[in-house]
């Protein structure tokens, strides 16, 4: 599936492999409004990709401009070595596209689904066939392949999405929040697709909001906030470089967490205030939470857990990814 439809074109090559999608200075305005505010990115061959953030933060702006139906309005962009401005349609025949909401023809069945959207690139109609039978495999749809669409669960029509952006063989799969909706069962065996994709070669770049989304699934990713790229690294290293090792939740019967800040003052690295709970970051949770006791301090709940993306997040923008 990671095969090519088109004449391979030339890419730039960067120390640890080839760069597909490169842009520099990326912007896209919609009249006074910054959507996307002087980016640069680069991703390689083989890798996956997030861009992290809270709805507004310009990520889908910035993977319609990577998926050339969107032109920049300032920047620079190659993908695949093309630029999108001239080269668009070639770009697009080797791009598969999974949106943030289905597009699917709830009219046709599972199978005519996705030779119906082959038929769009112009494949033969027996090497379409040929595809829909292995992506209808891979997305677990084969014994669906003859039901129509309407009656498919959530995560049945977002795999049937995913294997229809698949038909044209793409080389880079740009996902739009891929998992929205769907239950925690639904996400992991979509997830397994997608690691299963990314281990035959195809390029994934997606967007999501959800936390244990990136890390299960980026290999590198930024986070973006008003437009703006806040920092970018592996998830293991933005914890790294963001967060301590640990950290204390605790939860108290007052509605207002706020005035306790002030009594744990000391007692972790960095305090936040969320509306229902106040996180302290250590790299001792144990610790931390015996010290809050022996001030006194009797709350409702405490948890000591790993650091995670959100607390970065937090960090990095002072607001939950849901805000």
């Not at 039978?133 to 995560?155: A, Y």
């Amino acid at each position: 599936m990671a095969q090519t439809t088109g004449e391979p074109a030339s890419t730039t090559t960067g120390p640890d492999g080839e760069v597909l999608i490169e842009a520099r200075g990326l912007t896209k305005r919609f009249g006074d409004f910054v959507a996307v505010d002087g980016i640069d990115v680069s991703v390689r061959r083989g890798e996956a990709f997030g861009f992290l953030g809270p709805n507004g933060a310009g990520k889908t702006s910035a993977m319609r401009m990577i998926g050339c139906v969107s032109p920049p309005s300032a920047g620079s962009l190659r993908v695949l070595g093309m630029d999108p401005d001239g080269d668009g349609p070639a770009i697009r025949a080797r791009l598969g596209v999974v949106p943030q909401r289905d597009t699917l023809d709830e009219e046709l069945t599972v199978e005519e689904n996705i030779l119906v959207y082959g038929r769009y690139f112009g494949l033969p109609k027996a090497l379409v066939r040929e595809r829909a039978t292995e992506l209808l495999d891979f997305s677990q749809l084969t014994e669906r392949s003859s039901s129509k669409v309407e009656p498919l669960s959530g995560g049945m029509k977002r795999r049937l999405t995913i294997a229809r952006s698949l038909v044209n063989a793409p080389e880079i799969l740009l996902l739009d929040e891929p998992t929205t909706g769907l239950d925690p069962q639904a996400r992991h065996v979509l997830w397994d697709r997608l690691f299963r994709l990314k281990r035959s070669g195809v390029t994934l770049v997606l967007t999501t909001h959800y936390m244990d989304e990136a890390e299960q699934l980026c290999d590198r990713l930024v986070v973006m906030d008003h437009g703006r790229i806040v920092a970018e690294g592996s998830p293991r290293s933005l914890i790294e470089q963001y967060s301590t090792r640990e950290v204390l939740e605790l939860r108290f019967a007052d509605d207002d967490h706020a005035p306790y800040a002030a009594k744990v003052e000391g007692l972790a690295e960095r305090v936040e205030v969320l509306p229902d709970r106040l996180l302290l970051y250590t790299d001792d949770g144990d610790g931390a939470a015996s010290a809050v006791h022996d001030r006194g301090l009797t709350p409702l709940s405490h948890l000591v857990r790993r650091s995670s993306l959100e607390d970065v997040f937090l960090r990095l923008t002072g607001r939950t990814l849901v805000d």
